[in-house]
């Protein structure tokens, strides 16, 4: 004879109906800055995309963020970021917060770069082609980290 389970207590709280709860959100897609004749770098709003709101929330890493996408341009960063991919960057981050990629103005252009700070103090500033060591990041104008990378693969 098989035991007869236990009663289960039912839940009363009613539950917010799916109608009522924001699913997702739109996040604006640029094309990474690059300057012009003028000197001028400011950002090419090109559309959007739009997430739900389970995914972000799995991105931010449980804190505020301000979500803005990138299409990158940069040849410095073809490998990691190829052509048509798009880049997800936390504008809220505005200063070295631990390894990662970060997205970055330096000397008035913008570049996706990857920092590692080294057992010295130092940092590695790193493209596809190129490493630099900085013993401090002052100079640098932080535009946000990098969450994700969606790359335009066909198939």
């Known amino acids: 004879k098989l035991p007869i389970p236990a ?6 709280t009613d539950p917010i109906p799916l109608s009522e709860i924001q699913k997702i959100t739109s996040i604006p897609v640029f094309i990474q800055p ?21 995914m972000i929330d799995q991105f931010s890493e449980g804190g505020e963020h301000n979500l803005q996408g990138y299409i990158p341009t940069e040849a410095a960063m073809f490998k ?24 970055l103005r330096i000397n008035g252009f913008y570049k996706f770069r990857k920092i590692t700070q080294l057992i010295n103090g130092n940092y590695e500033i790193e493209s ?9 990041l002052n100079s640098i104008n ?5 969450t994700n990378i969606w ?5």
């Open 151 to 155: 790359l335009n693969v066909k198939v």
């Open 34 to 54: 690059e300057k012009d004749l003028s000197g001028n770098c400011n950002p090419k709003l090109k559309g959007e995309i739009q997430l739900p709101n389970m």
């Open 128 to 136: 596809d082609v190129k490493k630099e060591i900085a013993e401090e």
């Open 7 to 12: 009663r289960q207590e039912e839940d009363t």
């Open 142 to 146: 932080f535009i946000g980290k990098v």
């Open 80 to 103: 990691t970021l190829p052509l048509g991919s798009i880049v997800l960057v936390d504008t809220n981050v505005k200063k070295y917060i631990g390894d990662g990629l970060y997205f």
